[in-house]
């Protein structure tokens, strides 16, 4: 079975600063996507960045950018220029490369804050 | 372009009890998965429906079942309410077979506390 983990709990930047998040997942499987998701206090999950296992190039969205290591089973998620807006709880996740698969496997996540 | 509906937004239940949520899917979307968020976890799959059947099944006991209409809404029934239902119940929709990365969208969820 798949799992994804997030060693870090909590986490909080200065605003305009870096950040990085770590998460580490486990498979067997060499086609996957790897998610990283965003869920600020209203609730509602929000995609934040996306990345095809297939693909070396890392993948850039605006601010936030990930490090993906294949090999290492590591995905990393930096944001720059942290805004007050990005404090929320932010979830790395996994889904199967097989079309149709929907399930998506979560880490326990990491509650991000940024300080004025 | 309305996006994932959920209802009812909170609900208070006894232990024992059954309780009904519901989900509109993003216009166009034909597939519903739900998943179960404890607080201060991350959401764990129940299932996925598409084409009004249950495709894919999480590690969730039968008291968990669903369904899906014709316009692709869907439902989430737990019968026999225990402590531990209590979460954040989320719905997500998504087109079946995209060919790509098949981005799902959530609503903002059903909050269910069972006392």
């Known amino acids: 079975a798949q799992t994804v983990t997030q060693s870090q709990p909590e986490m909080s930047v200065q605003e305009a600063e870096t950040v990085t998040l770590s998460c580490t997942y486990d498979t067997s499987e060499s086609d996957y996507y790897l998610f990283w998701y965003k869920q600020p206090p209203s609730r509602q999950m929000i995609l934040v960045i996306r990345?095809?296992?297939?693909?070396?190039q890392n993948a850039t969205e605006n601010r936030f950018s990930v490090n993906f290591q294949k090999a290492a089973k590591s995905f990393s998620l930096k944001i720059s220029d942290s805004q007050l807006g990005d404090a929320a709880m932010y979830f790395c996740a996994y889904r199967r490369g097989i079309q149709g698969a929907q399930k998506l496997v979560f880490g326990q996540g990491t509650r991000l804050t940024i300080n004025p | 372009d309305a996006g994932v509906t959920q209802s009812p937004t909170h609900l208070i239940k006894t232990r024992g009890q059954q309780v009904t949520l519901r989900c509109s899917p993003k216009s166009g979307h034909d597939t519903v998965s739900w998943y179960q968020q404890a607080l201060g976890q991350g959401p764990q799959f129940i299932f996925q429906?598409?084409?009004?059947?249950?495709?894919q099944r999480g590690n969730f006991p039968d008291r968990f079942s669903g369904h899906q209409f014709p316009n692709y809404s869907s439902e989430l029934n737990v019968n026999a309410l225990l402590l531990g239902d209590s979460a954040l119940y989320l719905c997500?929709?998504?087109?079946?077979?995209?060919?790509?990365?098949?981005?799902?969208?959530f609503g903002e969820g059903s909050r269910l506390t069972v006392l």
């Open positions: 997500a929709s998504s087109f079946a077979w995209t060919g790509n990365t098949g981005e799902l969208f």
């Open positions: 429906y598409y084409e009004e059947e249950e495709r």
């Open positions: 990345q095809e296992a297939y693909k070396q």
